[in-house]
């Protein structure tokens, strides 16, 4: 084991440095960093040629100068890298350290997001092979697989941005949007419930009355300019999410684990004033990650206290549904800043902004202005990523579980009797997961790349623009830098799927045969 | 209240009107007091003076936090800040030039410490490498070394020029001492500095100094400058070379760096997104605050049709567009803003291969000069036949409304002179009749060299420039017209078109120069032997020459214009070059904000920032 890992890492490195040779000679040769330089009238025109050359040690050949960067990067091994300077004379790991976290707040969410939805649907497709729901699902998967993420974007903003804030000025959902809404919401849940011409009309009534109620509702009451959900709509929430998780996990036949996880949801009603309490005086994230630990502590007195035997998948589905129902509550919080939020000079009631990662004129003051903020300037970016990123697991997920689905042992664990459920949840998905892993694995790593063309429509500085910026500058001391850990995470990553493997799969041996 | 409103979403029950009718109260927002404007491009520091950090960005942020003597208009006018101060020429013979600039009493920086005569003298530090030479402080234009203040003043008409400056006796004026006259020397003029704070700076001060730290501070520096102290003007100019380079601004950053003299001092920034600042409270440098604007927010969109998007939704207010006509149209969509059509200090122009350049292999293309009659016509129909009234009418009118092409390359549009120059300088060849009718002469010409052209038109080898979606239409429209007078245009279409001029695989070139001022010598250096940029046609002509050598001192205006004249006759008798549009800009303001004037030369919106207002 230890042996293939040093093995590969050796060849990783010779990859490494092999490819930021090429690419560093490639992207000297791509252009003249002096272009414009060259094109000025400016009577001090020679002098700042001179001078950008001497910072740029732009008089060594590229292959030459490779090594002249190279030496700083294998600084590394002494605990100090330098890797270089940009353009700007600012330090290239220093713009590297500023933009790793805008980078991961941007994409994390969306690729997460990405992963968990498009594994749901794709399993709901494969197990409704041929429905309604599957057809409907593979033509918006291939149409989001096709679409570019600026345009996304530019339809985004001036829907979910422009449109929507002009629609706060004076929130009234016109009668015709309320129809509307209502038929879409009919259509999906009708579809995805699938089953007889009776249930697939009942669903289609049942959701398509509810949301148009719904939205009529909103709109009578203004809840678009004050949203809230108050606790006994957490209350109902939370019993939903107790009764969805215990099926998922354990199954509501296992009766201690339903009675645990809606205990959870009891108390979560309980603690809707203490909870608030601690919001108002005590704003911050330790605060909530304090609560959240204790609600994992309860939850798990709670699953302890109820089941006698396999307490283990008891406790699991107790602590998910605590912490599913305790995040209503911050949801609900985050609902009723809103108002203030918008009240704000900086907001100014448009709420929702098409470019940047923060307000600028937004102080620091208020913990939950500045969270909801941004939030607000993430919902875009993320949403965008999502819609065109999930489409891929979706169709992967799909593929592969009816693969799995087809194979003999599924047979035969329904067969021996065991529930529909165990069949999908323990032997089929599990068996899912391992092709998965290395799409996902590989994924991650891409996170650090930066989504470059979302980054840019964004207005975000990560390192998908840090990337952007030193291709167009000619500045290659920074896109050096770039590339070095894109590629250091991306050849990681794929070491690290390989070993994923290993422990998913008891069949594959790393390391064996060397 | 809270579980009223949550059992009415919980079942979805009619709500009350009276909680309605107060939730639906019209949204009202505050009256506006910030300008966001829009950059492409991030501040890389503070102080713009530093090969790294000089972008518009750093120009447009530094005008807002610094008043001196001077400063552009919209019309590419010098204006005199007389509230800051005033100067004068008070010696002018041959060899003797001297220029007294004098502070107002009363000016203070923005920690209230009073402006003079010294704080005018670090200028003279950071542009003279005499001095920086002397003082021990390196030579600017070592190869290896970088000199102690790591500007990029050196070597400019100062530098060149300047012989010492002296301090008045009451520290208010300052007298710089030419070699001899030089013209634009207004605009060579000194800024001011904090020099307290720098001094400051460089002994690791992390606060602000009390009034009587900030004066003896002052006076340090004024020990230093005069007795050029080798040790404290190095630690200085490390201060002032390494100091500003910092791009997030908190409560945490050191205020030293942040004093200035200007409307609107630096509150805070984000690396590489924005940058805020506030009214500065005791300006008193320049022309008074109109009073409505307490805020300024440079945001840094990369993506033109995001910043379009993000002017519609309000974010920001004035927004320096992509000049597409495209963009434009976009634009013109939004209800909430004025677009005003602009022009950039870039023109766009034909060059053709006169003669071989210096250090390129022999031209032997169809140009050359050594033809003499032939090449001169061939020149001559060439350049007549650039279709320049369509590619104004179809490339350049849809972003700002400019139809007539340029006529000079020595005065912009705007310019007082501008008229004057054209209706003498021999450009009417170029606008004479239509463009069918330039085209009969033109083929007339080609046909007396080559009487089957029409037939086996001549290839002429163009360079154009990639990766320019405009320059690619330019090409296109050149090339449809000029082969009606029986030319080939071939294009090669290199994006390191930048190294490619002046090599001889070419007998044409169209690209654009930039103007980043306005200079008495202004088309000198493209043309004349030996000049700066003459490295494109390999163009010599002794008679443009001695006109060029008589624009070094300062002429008035009505002489400069006759000037132009003779010496533009010159280089269009030789048919050498022919200028076609001022690359256009577009500008789209928030229509609430009234005294926005986009100016043509940088930095180019915020010029008159205290005129703006809500």
């Given at each position: 084991?230890l ?20 690419l ?6 791509s ?8 094109l ?5 025109r020679?002098f ?18 490779y ?29 590297l350290?500023?933009?790793?976290p ?6 994390l ?46 339809l ?26 209502g038929?879409a919401t009919?259509?999906f ?40 959900l108050?606790?006994?709509v ?30 959870m ?14 919001f ?5 994230t ?7 630990i ?27 549904t ?5 995040g209503l ?39 939950w ?8 300037h ?17 169709r992967?997920?799909?593929?592969t579980?009816?693969?799995?689905l ?17 069949v ?20 991650f790593?891409?996170?650090i790349?930066?989504?470059l063309?979302?980054e ?6 990560g390192m ?51 | ?15 009350s ?6 939730l ?5 927002g ?24 000089n ?39 041959a ?36 001095y ?27 530098d060149k020029?300047?012989v ?6 009451d520290?208010?004026?300052v ?15 000194p ?6 704070a ?40 490390d201060?002032?070379s390494n ?39 005791k300006y ?15 945001k840094v ?10 002017l ?8 320096a ?29 034909w ?14 293309g169809l140009?050359?000069?050594s ?7 061939l ?5 007549l036949?650039?279709p ?8 350049i009118?849809?972003i ?46 080609v ?29 296109a ?6 082969a ?5 245009l ?12 002046g090599?001889?695989?070419?007998d044409?070139?169209f ?9 008495q ?10 000049g ?14 001695n ?31 022919v200028?076609?549009f ?13 005294g ?7 930095p ?5 920032y205290?005129?703006w207002?809500?």
């Open positions: 084991m042996a293939f890992i040093l093995r590969r890492l050796g060849i990783l490195t010779v990859i490494l440095f092999g490819s930021s040779f090429i560093y000679n490639l992207a000297a040769l252009g003249d960093p002096l272009a414009d330089l060259k000025s009238s400016d009577p001090n020679d700042l040629i001179a001078s950008l050359t001497r910072e740029l040690q732009l008089d060594v050949p590229p292959p030459a100068r090594f002249l960067w190279i030496k700083g990067i294998f600084g590394i091994f002494l605990g100090h890298p330098n890797f270089g300077k940009a353009r700007d004379g600012s330090l290239v790991s220093h713009s350290a500023l933009a790793i805008v980078t991961i707040r941007l994409v969410t969306a690729t997460i997001l990405a992963i968990i939805m498009g594994i749901a649907i794709g399993i709901i497709t494969a197990l409704r092979q041929y429905s309604r729901f599957d057809y409907a699902m593979t033509f918006v998967s291939f149409l989001m697989f096709s679409l570019p993420v600026f345009w996304v974007a530019v985004l903003k001036a829907y979910l941005a422009i449109s929507f804030n002009n629609f706060l000025k004076n929130p009234i959902v016109p009668i015709g949007w309320i129809i509307g809404l038929l009919a259509v849940w009708a579809s995805l419930i699938g089953g007889t011409r009776r249930t697939f009309w009942i669903a289609f009534g049942a959701s398509g009355i509810f949301a148009a109620a719904l939205v009529a509702t909103f709109s009578a009451t203004g809840w678009f300019l004050n949203p809230s108050g606790p006994l957490i209350f109902a929430l939370s019993i939903g999410i107790a009764y969805g998780v215990t099926q998922l996990s354990v199954g509501l036949t296992n009766r201690a684990a339903l009675k645990s996880s809606l205990t949801s009891a108390l979560t009603l309980l603690s809707y004033y203490p909870a608030n309490w601690v108002s005086h005590h704003p911050g330790f605060p909530i990650l304090a609560m959240a204790l609600a994992i502590v309860f939850a798990v007195v709670s699953g302890l206290a109820f089941s006698k035997i396999d307490r283990l998948p008891i406790i699991r589905t107790t602590v998910l605590a912490l599913l129902s305790a509550l911050l949801v609900d919080k985050f609902m009723r800043t809103w108002q203030p939020y918008m009240q704000t000079d900086a907001i100014n009631y448009r709420p929702v902004p098409t470019v940047g990662q923060r307000s600028d004129l937004l102080g620091n003051d208020n913990w202005l500045s969270s909801l903020d941004i939030i607000t993430l919902v875009l970016p993320t949403l965008a990523l999502t819609l065109i990123s999930f489409a891929g697991y979706i992967f997920s799909r593929g579980l009816l693969d799995v087809n194979q003999d042992y599924i047979r035969t664990a329904r067969a021996k009797g065991l529930s529909e459920r165990t999908i949840m323990r032997h089929a998905f599990r068996n899912t997961m391992i092709p998965l892993t290395t799409i996902i694995v590989v994924d790593a891409g996170i790349g930066g989504a063309i979302t840019n429509v964004f207005g975000w500085s998908g623009t840090l990337f952007r910026n030193a291709l167009f500058g000619f500045d290659l001391n920074l896109l050096m830098g770039v590339f070095f850990v894109t590629a250091s995470l991306s050849v990681l990553a794929n070491l690290i799927a390989d070993l994923l493997y290993s422990v998913l799969d008891p069949r594959i041996r790393v390391g064996s045969g060397g | 209240m809270k579980l009223t409103k949550g059992a009415k979403f919980a079942f979805a029950v009619v709500a009107a009276g909680l309605a009718v107060a639906l109260s019209p949204a009202q505050a009256t506006r007091s910030t300008v966001i404007i829009h950059e492409t491009n991030p501040v890389a520091g503070l102080n713009c003076s530093l090969s790294t950090t972008n518009t960005t750093c120009t447009d942020m530094g005008t807002l936090q610094g008043m001196g003597f001077n400063y552009y208009n919209d019309k590419m006018e010098i204006i005199k800040n007389t509230v800051f101060g005033s100067y004068k020429v008070v010696k002018n013979s060899t003797d030039f001297r220029v007294q600039y004098t502070v107002n009493p009363g000016r203070v920086w923005s920690d209230g410490t009073p402006i003079t005569g010294v704080d005018l003298l670090l200028s003279h530090v950071t542009q003279s490498s005499d920086s030479k002397a003082a021990g402080l390196g030579d600017p234009a070592s190869k290896t070394a970088k000199p102690a203040f790591n500007g990029l003043g050196y070597s400019g008409t100062y020029n300047i010492g400056v002296t301090l008045s006796a520290q208010m004026s007298t710089l001492q030419y070699k001899s006259p030089v013209a634009n020397w207004d605009i060579y003029g800024g001011p500095s904090p020099v307290h720098l001094v400051l700076l460089s002994e690791g001060k992390k606060a602000l100094g009390t009034a009587a730290e900030n004066l003896a501070a002052k006076d340090r520096f004024l020990k230093a400058f005069t007795s050029k102290d080798t040790a404290a003007l190095k630690k200085m100019g201060s002032w100091d500003y380079t910092i791009t997030t601004i908190d409560k945490s950053t050191n205020p030293l760096l942040l004093v200035s003299n200007g409307g609107f001092i630096i509150d805070s920034a984000v690396a590489k997104t924005t940058m805020t600042l506030k009214l500065n409270p008193n440098s320049g022309p008074a605050m109109s009073g409505s604007v307490d805020t300024v927010v440079f969109i990369g993506d033109g049709t995001a910043a379009t998007q993000a519609a939704n309000g974010e920001i207010d004035i927004y567009g992509q000049a597409t006509a495209d963009a434009v149209a976009a634009l013109n969509k939004i209800s909430s803003i004025n677009v005003v059509g602009a022009i950039s200090g870039a023109y766009e122009h060059d053709l291969h006169y003669d071989t350049v210096d250090g390129e292999s022999a031209y032997t140009f050359k000069k033809d003499g009659a032939k090449s001169a016509a020149r001559q129909a060439f350049l036949g650039v320049r009234d369509e590619i104004m009418t179809k490339l009118a849809p700002n409304g400019e139809k007539t092409p340029l006529c000079t390359t020595w005065v912009k549009p705007g310019n007082a002179m501008y008229d004057k120059i054209c209706a003498a300088n021999g450009s009417a060849a170029f606008t004479r009749g239509t463009q069918d009718t330039r085209n009969a002469t033109a083929a007339a010409l046909k007396k060299y080559f009487p089957d052209a029409m037939k086996n038109p001549i290839k002429v080898r163009v360079l154009v420039p990639g990766n320019n979606p405009r320059r690619a239409a330019e090409f429209l050149a090339k449809a017209n000029e009606k007078i029986g030319f080939d071939v294009g090669d279409v290199r994006t390191d078109w930048g190294s490619q001029l090599t001889s695989a070419y044409a070139y690209f654009a120069w930039v103007n980043s001022s306005v200079q010598r202004q088309s000198c250096g493209l043309y004349e032997t030996n700066g940029n003459n490295y494109v046609m390999g163009y010599t002509n002794t008679a443009f020459d006109v060029c050598n008589t624009l070094y001192k300062p002429l008035s205006d009505s002489i400069l214009s006759a000037k132009y004249i003779q010496a533009e006759r010159i280089t269009n008798a030789d048919w050498i070059t200028p076609v001022a690359h256009p800009g577009v500008y789209a303001i928030n229509k609430a904000l009234k926005v004037k986009p100016a043509p030369l940088s180019q919106i915020t010029w008159n205290w005129e207002s809500y």
